[in-house]
């Protein structure tokens, strides 16, 4: 019988989610600033556009709106099939670190109004915990934090931004769908 594919942790912001789009858009409409993708985000700190007076009061609102991360787009067009087909013969589970105001709530009805199915999302602020915890082997991640965190106690496949560069991984991909490929060979 052929071996399973490794149990993941799947990112949602910066992976499959556009969270620089939507959380500079709501820094445009408060004060201004510049949107920017995450193909453009330099600074993980968004030090380049914003000040820390300006990113507390963005999280502010953003922990109060029951609606802010159900109206975030899509990183890049899913392939909601091939996903839901690794789901369904392996374990792949949506690991986040979003706060606020239902945010568990709003990512599960994101994930089942792309056509994902059955949802198993965990809100933590230890992803390395719950990787343990669920007996997770690969993460597909992109943020510096846990990038650095998750090296070395599970493997990594990074969604590669100007924010991340120097961060560490086992893997590199220019997108989800070339994170699913490599993900497909382990
Ligand atoms: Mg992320």
Aim: glycine letters at 6%; a negative charge; proline letters at 4%.
């Amino acid at each position: 019988m052929r071996k399973g594919l490794p149990a993941v942790a799947m990112d949602l912001d910066g992976v499959m989610v556009d969270f620089t789009t939507g959380f500079t858009s709501l820094g445009n409409e408060m004060f201004g600033t510049p949107i920017l993708g995450a193909e453009t985000q330099q600074n993980w700190s968004w030090s380049e556009i914003l000040n820390g007076r300006q990113i507390d009061a963005i999280w502010e609102e953003i922990l109060a709106d029951s609606v802010f991360w159900l109206r975030l787009k899509p990183q890049e067009e899913l392939d909601v099939e091939r996903i839901n087909k690794y789901a369904r013969k392996n374990v792949l589970m949506y690991i986040t670190n979003r706060s606020g105001y239902m945010a568990w709530e709003q990512s599960v009805t994101w994930l089942l109004r792309q056509g994902i199915r059955e949802p198993l999302v965990v809100v933590t602020n230890s992803k390395l915990k719950a990787c343990r915890k669920y007996g997770l082997t690969v993460a597909i991640e992109d943020a510096p934090s846990n990038l650095k965190d998750l090296y070395g106690y599970v493997k990594t496949i990074k969604r590669n931004w100007p924010y991340n560069k120097t961060s560490p991984s086992n893997y590199d991909a220019d997108s989800l769908s070339e994170a699913l490929d490599t993900l497909e060979t382990l």
